[in-house]
């Protein structure tokens, strides 16, 4: 069993035909048959091979083996997005009369598809405080199938203690979903803490160059991948040859940019911490995070997402946000580029107030991920652009005194 540092360069690379180091793409739709039985046999699962690329494709398999063992899981699933791969997940395992518990803190448009789209077909969700355990153990319900949670949270970094999280779930009967892309499996391993299925946004960390939009579910045993390959090939959502080359191509340095990513969080985050004009920072990796000790126990270390907020609130953040220079005032995360977001009016803006206020998502809320640069290039960014904002709102202060 190699270490992790070694299979992100060797997992899922299957011999080819010619022993190219990197295994070719191939980018096709379809595949011939040898005769019409071959193509029969195939279709009826009595041979293996690759019949249309919806149904498989040696470049995305290669992926997806890769990150299956990546995760310690039997198998994975790509799909064309992250948001394709929760969507498999939940409608794989859930039918109508279902009820789903789930974290409270995710990215947005999760807890919106549960809410808004998944309810139409009579499926019930409720949304809890995933890092309080009694707070789900009050949502169970008679009829609740799966547990959805996302450790640590979009964007609050709000961390679950997955294995007596599991454990209360299965004494029920339920299964439970992991997002892990804050994590990826350098970090975290959901299925050693008793996760039923992984799932990832791999345009994020896992590609980590910001040029693939892509998803993928990891599924624990044959059983449940032949019942999830067939839900995929109905559901449509997978993901093309090429960008699976590229996500491939970035894991192999997924472990170098891991340990950077969270080196150099913890350093900005230690930053912003004593700086005067910012009110609180959340950061897994701080001893003041609120389940330091369970992020310490369950993770390899804090990763890279920052959320914090200016004692200015909203107007210093944006102030701030127009301000950096180095870091790109964008969406998204786990690049090896550093990105800065505004959740409220942004990633979580769908949710609606109402929502994020119970998700503990402030106003004030600003989200860094922590690219790979220089750390004192980031932290240099990000302190000239709080002087600056600091700087607007004493002038606006005079203004208001001499007004
Ligand atoms: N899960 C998590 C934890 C995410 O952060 C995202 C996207 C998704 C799933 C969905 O993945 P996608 O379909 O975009 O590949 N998070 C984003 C964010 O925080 N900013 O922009 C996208």
Same mark, same amino acid.
Not at 86 to 115: F, M, N, R
Not at 218 to 225: A, F, S
Not at 232 to 239: A, F, I, Q, R, Y
């Given at each position: 069993?190699?270490?992790? +540092?070694?299979?992100?360069? &060797?997992?899922?690379?299957?011999?080819?035909?010619?022993?190219?180091?990197?295994?070719?793409?191939?980018?096709?739709?379809?595949?011939?048959?040898?005769?019409?039985?071959?193509?029969?046999?195939?279709?009826?699962?009595?041979? +293996?091979?690759?019949?249309?690329?919806?149904?498989?494709?040696?470049?995305?398999?290669?992926?997806?083996?890769?990150?299956?063992?990546?995760?310690?899981?039997?198998?994975?699933?790509?799909?064309?997005?992250?948001?394709?791969? *929760?969507?498999?997940?939940?409608?794989?395992?859930?039918?109508?009369?279902?009820?789903?518990?789930?974290?409270?803190?995710?990215?947005?448009?999760?807890?919106?598809?549960?809410?808004?789209?998944?309810?139409?077909?009579?499926?019930?969700?409720?949304?809890?405080?995933?890092?309080?355990?009694?707070?789900?153990?009050?949502?169970?319900?008679?009829?609740?199938?799966?547990?959805?949670?996302?450790?640590? $949270?979009?964007?609050?970094?709000?961390?679950?203690?997955?294995?007596?999280?599991?454990?209360?779930?299965?004494?029920?009967?339920?299964?439970?979903?992991?997002?892990?892309?804050?994590?990826?499996?350098?970090?975290?391993?959901?299925?050693?803490?008793?996760?039923?299925?992984?799932?990832?946004?791999?345009?994020?960390?896992?590609?980590?160059?910001?040029?693939?939009?892509?998803?993928?579910?990891?599924?624990?045993?044959? +059983?449940?991948?032949?019942?999830?390959?067939?839900?995929?090939?109905?559901?449509?959502?997978?993901?093309?040859?090429?960008?699976?080359?590229?996500?491939?191509?970035?894991?192999?340095?997924?472990?170098?940019?891991?340990?950077? &990513?969270? @080196?150099?969080?913890?350093?900005?985050?230690?930053?912003?911490?004593?700086?005067? =004009?910012? @009110?609180? *920072?959340?950061?897994?990796?701080?001893?003041?995070?609120?389940?330091?000790?369970?992020? @310490?126990?369950?993770?390899?270390?804090?990763?890279?997402?920052? =959320?914090? @907020?200016?004692?200015?609130?909203?107007?210093? $953040?944006? /102030?701030?946000?127009?301000?950096?220079?180095?870091? $790109?005032?964008?969406?998204?995360?786990?690049?090896?580029?550093?990105?800065?977001?505004?959740? /409220?009016?942004?990633?979580?803006?769908?949710?609606? /107030?109402?929502?994020?206020?119970?998700?503990?998502?402030?106003?004030?809320?600003?989200?860094?991920? *922590?690219?790979?640069?220089?750390?004192?290039?980031?932290? &240099?960014?990000? +302190?000239? /652009?709080?002087?600056?904002?600091?700087?607007?709102?004493?002038?606006?202060?005079?203004?208001?005194?001499?007004?």
């Amino acid at each position: 069993m190699l270490a992790p +540092d070694s299979l992100v360069v &060797h997992a899922g690379i299957g011999e080819n035909e010619y022993l190219a180091v990197v295994p070719p793409i191939y980018q096709t739709s379809t595949f011939a048959f040898d005769c019409a039985e071959q193509g029969a046999d195939l279709f009826a699962g009595k041979r +293996d091979g690759y019949i249309y690329s919806r149904m498989g494709n040696p470049t995305v398999r290669a992926l997806e083996d890769a990150v299956a063992a990546l995760e310690g899981g039997h198998a994975g699933l790509a799909c064309g997005s992250g948001m394709a791969a *929760v969507h498999t997940a939940l409608a794989t395992l859930l039918s109508a009369g279902d009820h789903v518990i789930c974290s409270e803190s995710v990215y947005g448009p999760t807890c919106t598809l549960l809410e808004t789209v998944l309810s139409r077909f009579g499926i019930e969700s409720t949304i809890v405080d995933s890092s309080d355990l009694n707070a789900v153990q009050d949502a169970f319900r008679p009829n609740t199938t799966v547990v959805y949670i996302e450790t640590p $949270g979009n964007p609050t970094l709000a961390i679950c203690d997955l294995e007596p999280l599991c454990k209360m779930a299965h004494e029920r009967g339920a299964k439970v979903i992991v997002d892990n892309t804050f994590m990826t499996p350098i970090l975290q391993q959901p299925f050693r803490w008793g996760a039923d299925v992984v799932v990832h946004s791999l345009t994020k960390f896992l590609n980590g160059h910001a040029d693939v939009v892509g998803g993928m579910v990891v599924v624990k045993d044959e +059983d449940q991948y032949s019942l999830f390959r067939k839900s995929l090939n109905h559901l449509g959502g997978v993901l093309g040859p090429f960008d699976s080359f590229l996500v491939h191509r970035g894991i192999k340095t997924l472990s170098l940019r891991m340990q950077r &990513h969270c @080196e150099s969080a913890l350093k900005v985050a230690t930053y912003l911490e004593q700086h005067p =004009s910012v @009110e609180w *920072v959340r950061y897994p990796g701080l001893e003041s995070h609120p389940q330091h000790e369970v992020a @310490e126990r369950q993770m390899a270390g804090g990763g890279g997402v920052i =959320s914090f @907020e200016l004692a200015g609130g909203i107007e210093a $953040g944006r /102030a701030m946000m127009n301000a950096v220079r180095l870091c $790109g005032l964008a969406v998204s995360l786990g690049g090896v580029e550093s990105l800065i977001q505004h959740p /409220a009016s942004m990633t979580h803006a769908i949710m609606g /107030a109402e929502a994020r206020h119970r998700a503990h998502i402030t106003d004030g809320l600003v989200r860094v991920s *922590v690219g790979i640069e220089n750390p004192n290039d980031i932290i &240099h960014d990000l +302190d000239q /652009a709080i002087a600056q904002s600091n700087s607007m709102s004493n002038t606006a202060n005079a203004g208001e005194i001499h007004a």
